[in-house]
């Protein structure tokens, strides 16, 4: 068989036709990599731009406890892809511009009057002055805590491809007119967007467990080594009774020098 003319040629024919693996061009690696931290920057600008058009809300000044639809649908919109770190940015841009920190709420902010970093409430508690001064209303800081507690530590461009995120509002969640698939969807959304941190707790523990975490803390060696050849404490002037000590003035004995005289005593 092996004699057998043209069977050497098929052999390397079959060889030669044998596709190998092909590397990926580095090139298009580049691309895509930079194609991806083009998407993040973009996406960071988008959330950039949200909070400036938020901190200038509402646009329609209506009761906070019942805001324009429109409103609310712009708000929900721009505030669902928002880490809680964006939120606080947002409160204190609305802050700085007079408005109270609840975006619904077109109120200016409450004014304590000149003072410390601490205050007495209404209900005589002591408390921060910012507290206070960051809502018009303890109802307001209720509604943007209700707000800031759904939001997700996740990055954006991680979960812009979500449709599922919704935002509620403090008074929709206590509304005795909702019906029960409302409120059916309301939980099944709630439960998603807990499975959501959950899942992000997850990763960013098995990448601590990996190593990948750049926040991990570093790690110092230390090397406990025992002292040898420890001698015993030597008794010291200082430990022995000193007759001259009623001669001390402020730790200090004065020297008497050649003015020292020794008096003796003549029996006769």
């Known amino acids: 068989m092996d004699n057998l003319p043209g069977s050497r040629s098929i052999l390397k024919s079959l060889a030669s036709t044998t596709p190998s693996p092909r590397r990926p061009d580095a090139r298009q690696v580049a691309i895509e990599h930079a194609r991806i931290l083009q998407q993040r920057k973009d996406m960071e600008a988008s959330i950039l ?35 809680p770190s964006d939120y606080d940015d947002l409160i204190e841009e609305r802050n700085v511009n007079g408005l109270c920190g609840y975006t619904l709420c077109g109120r200016p902010r409450r004014k304590s009057g000149p003072g410390g970093e601490w205050t007495i409430s209404a209900s005589n508690q002591i408390v921060r002055r910012r507290d206070i001064e960051m809502w018009c209303s303890q109802r307001c800081a209720r509604r943007a805590l209700y707000v800031k507690v759904q939001l997700n530590e996740t990055a954006a461009w991680e979960r812009a491809g979500i449709p599922d995120i919704e935002i509620d509002l403090f008074e929709s969640s206590n509304d005795p007119n909702e019906s029960e698939v409302d409120r059916t969807a309301r939980r099944v959304g709630e439960m998603q967007l807990n499975d959501q941190r959950q899942a992000a707790k997850d990763s960013a523990a098995l990448a601590l467990e990996r190593g990948d975490s750049q926040s991990a803390k570093p790690t110092f060696k230390v090397a406990l080594r025992e002292k040898k050849n420890i001698r015993p404490p030597t008794e010291t002037a200082a430990d022995e009774f000193d007759q001259d000590s009623h001669l001390m003035v402020d730790n200090y004995k004065p020297k008497t020098g050649d003015r020292s005289r020794t008096f003796t005593e003549q029996v006769p």
């Open 49 to 83: 731009d949200d909070l400036i058009l938020l901190s200038e809300y509402p646009q329609h000044t209506t009761d906070p406890a019942n805001p324009d639809p429109r409103d609310v649908a712009d708000f929900k919109a721009h505030v669902r892809l928002f880490q």
